[in-house]
């Protein structure tokens, strides 16, 4: 089990500019999100294909509402395993919201996270590496809670670099996270334990016992301030220092 935080697939309700009582899509969009409930795939994507044109109609090819549309459409084609069709409606999306509402709207981040998770999928991990990037410089610019993101973010790239087998740059990422999360934020948040969590994580991975219990140790004593012994973040940290101590013959109580 691992202790990952991982970017949210977004299922993006129209609103914004129009209100809900005026938006024609929004019935659509219930219609989607009733159809994906039930797995009906096919069906919810004939409906976004109805949607689509009506948005065109409606909001014209260069506003936010009609980008949003096109995001559920790549969403769709995603959870299909459409990957090319997918990827080519979040591109098209992403690129209406820069033009309607700039290049650090809090709109690009749904479209820009269903991007990464689709690339980490596909293992195309320089593509998803970019717009991670592109995530950070967007939220730099807002305030809670999409702030707060920037933490996530660089944990992705540290998982990445992580998968890939460079430690001392997943290292970087990790402690970058970290860094961010004590300048802005308590030093018990729960995000630096879970942070320091994938430290214990990494350095076990590399044989250095020392450094994975220190960073272990430092998850458990944060997460325990906030959550139960039963959640999984704190049973991951528990699982790891058990494993480390096994590895190395020590008898230790854990907990």
């Given amino acids: 089990?691992?202790?990952?935080?991982?970017?949210?697939?977004f299922k993006c309700v129209t609103k914004g500019k129009v209100t809900m009582k005026t938006n024609p899509l929004i019935e659509y969009d219930n219609k989607i999100f009733s159809a994906i409930a039930a797995a009906r795939y096919s069906e919810a994507l004939w409906i976004a294909d109805e949607?689509?044109?009506?948005?065109?109609?409606?909001?014209?090819?260069?506003?936010?509402?009609?980008?949003?549309?096109?995001?559920?459409?790549?969403?769709?084609?995603?959870?299909?395993g459409h990957v090319k069709e997918a990827e080519e409606n979040y591109l098209k999306a992403l690129e209406i919201k820069i033009l309607d509402q700039g290049a650090h709207s809090a709109d690009l981040i749904p479209t820009l996270e269903n991007l990464v998770t689709l690339y980490i999928s596909q293992k195309e991990n320089e593509k998803a590496k970019t717009f991670l990037n592109k995530l950070i410089t967007v939220v730099e610019?807002?305030?809670?809670?999409?702030?707060?993101?920037?933490?996530?973010?660089?944990?992705?790239?540290?998982?990445?670099?992580?998968?890939?087998?460079?430690?001392?740059?997943?290292?970087?990422?990790?402690?970058?996270?970290?860094?961010?999360?004590?300048?802005?934020?308590?030093?018990?948040?729960?995000?630096?334990?879970?942070?320091f969590g994938k430290l214990g994580a990494l350095f076990q991975k590399s044989d250095d016992f020392q450094k994975s219990e220190f960073y272990?140790?430092?998850?458990?004593?944060?997460?325990?301030?906030?959550?139960?012994?039963?959640?999984?973040?704190?049973?991951?940290?528990?699982?790891?220092?058990?494993?480390?101590?096994?590895?190395?013959?020590?008898?230790?109580?854990?907990?």
């Avoid at 065109?56 to 260069?62: D, I, K, L, S, V």
């Avoid at 707060?148 to 660089?154: A, E, H």
């Avoid at 540290?158 to 990422?173: D, P, T």
């Fill in 1 to 9: 089990m691992a202790l990952a935080v991982y970017v949210i697939k």
């Fill in 51 to 80: 949607e689509v044109h009506l948005a065109y109609e409606r909001f014209g090819t260069a506003n936010t509402e009609t980008a949003k549309v096109l995001n559920n459409l790549g969403w769709i084609h995603d959870l299909m």
């Fill in 141 to 195: 610019t807002l305030n809670d809670p999409y702030k707060m993101r920037k933490s996530v973010y660089l944990c992705n790239l540290a998982e990445i670099e992580e998968s890939e087998g460079v430690f001392n740059r997943a290292e970087w990422y990790y402690q970058q996270a970290i860094g961010f999360l004590e300048a802005n934020y308590s030093c018990d948040h729960p995000n630096i334990g879970r942070t």
């Fill in 216 to 255: 272990y140790s430092r998850s458990l004593r944060i997460l325990k301030k906030h959550l139960p012994p039963s959640h999984p973040d704190v049973q991951f940290t528990l699982q790891g220092l058990k494993e480390i101590y096994t590895a190395y013959g020590i008898k230790k109580r854990v907990g």
